[in-house]
């Protein structure tokens, strides 16, 4: 899933689930429906870098063109701007240009109060972009008031009755930036190749050539010795691989060789194997 993409839709609150109608659902219906609707900013103005909003199309959407008197010190300004808190994108649709945007929240790297505005810092780079290629820019949310997926229940800047997750002493723009936040939580960065994952397994890149444990046309060459005779691999990983003393198991996911006479049958006489008398009849008798 990309970092930015643009808006195939005009969002509207009836398209996503309200944050007080989700909490009142039992957990095996979390996961059904739309996304939740955390908090809705309409009319807001925001401010990023002239070069990015240039760059990326879809934040294009929010202004297509863009007024020499409205860009000031490499940044511009845009109005009329609403913005939706989800449970799955934070998304921008400008009421002007019919257009918008949305960003993944791993792709939020920083998310801070600065003044009267909410300020992220994204990073739309792939995931194998090199340190030194990474392009992070700084967008900052002015945001006048705020709403929670119905019209009746809103909020604006220095309202004084804890309303919709305000408190006496807190405005939109706390709010705005709690909103974030919290769904920033529940979509946390992808774990990287390597790094160990919720259960504290190694995560493996399971589109690397045989990390699934598949001989395929691509890594064939990995199985076969010169003389065209298949043999194992050293080192081979196999996902989910356990530890365990015992010949044949998987040692830290490395296939350890059978013993000897492995896959061979033997007779009881070999096993050592001896019978009480009673077993004997019943193994011998009608």
């Not at 940044?75 to 913005?83: Q, W």
């Not at 598949?214 to 194992?232: K, L």
Request: aromatic letters at 6%.
């Amino acid at each position: 899933m990309a970092a930015l993409e643009a808006l195939d839709f005009v969002p509207a609150v009836d398209k996503f689930t309200p944050l007080s109608q989700h909490q009142e659902q039992t957990p095996g219906t979390f996961f059904d429906g739309p996304p939740v609707l955390h908090l809705h900013a309409p009319n807001t103005h925001i401010t990023l870098p002239l070069a990015s909003h240039q760059k990326h199309q879809p934040l294009k959407n929010l202004a297509e063109t863009v007024n020499d008197d409205v860009a000031q010190e490499g940044n511009v300004r845009l109005a009329d701007v609403d913005v939706w808190v989800t449970s799955k994108h934070l998304i921008l649709h400008s009421t002007n240009s019919n257009g918008g945007c949305r960003f993944t929240y791993p792709a939020i790297t920083i998310t801070a109060i600065d003044g009267d505005a909410v300020l992220l810092e994204l990073n739309l780079s792939d995931a194998d972009t090199a340190d030194d290629d990474i392009e992070y820019f700084q967008l900052k949310i002015f945001a006048t008031g705020v709403q929670h997926g119905a019209s009746d229940a809103q909020a604006t800047a220095g309202s004084s009755n804890g309303t919709n997750g305000t408190t006496s002493d807190n405005d939109a723009t706390t709010a705005l930036y709690k909103a974030i936040a919290d769904c920033q939580e529940l979509n946390p960065d992808p774990p990287m190749p390597g790094e160990e994952g919720e259960d504290g397994e190694p995560v493996f890149d399971e589109t690397a050539p045989g990390a699934t444990g598949w001989i395929t046309s691509e890594n064939m060459d990995q199985f076969m010795d010169a003389d065209g005779n298949f043999r194992m691999p050293e080192g081979v990983t196999f996902i989910g691989g356990e530890s365990e003393d015992q010949e044949g198991a998987t040692t830290e996911g490395v296939q350890a060789p059978l013993g000897e006479g492995a896959g061979r049958t033997r007779t009881a006489a070999e096993a050592g194997v001896e019978r009480e008398d009673e077993n004997k009849w019943r193994a011998t008798g009608d």
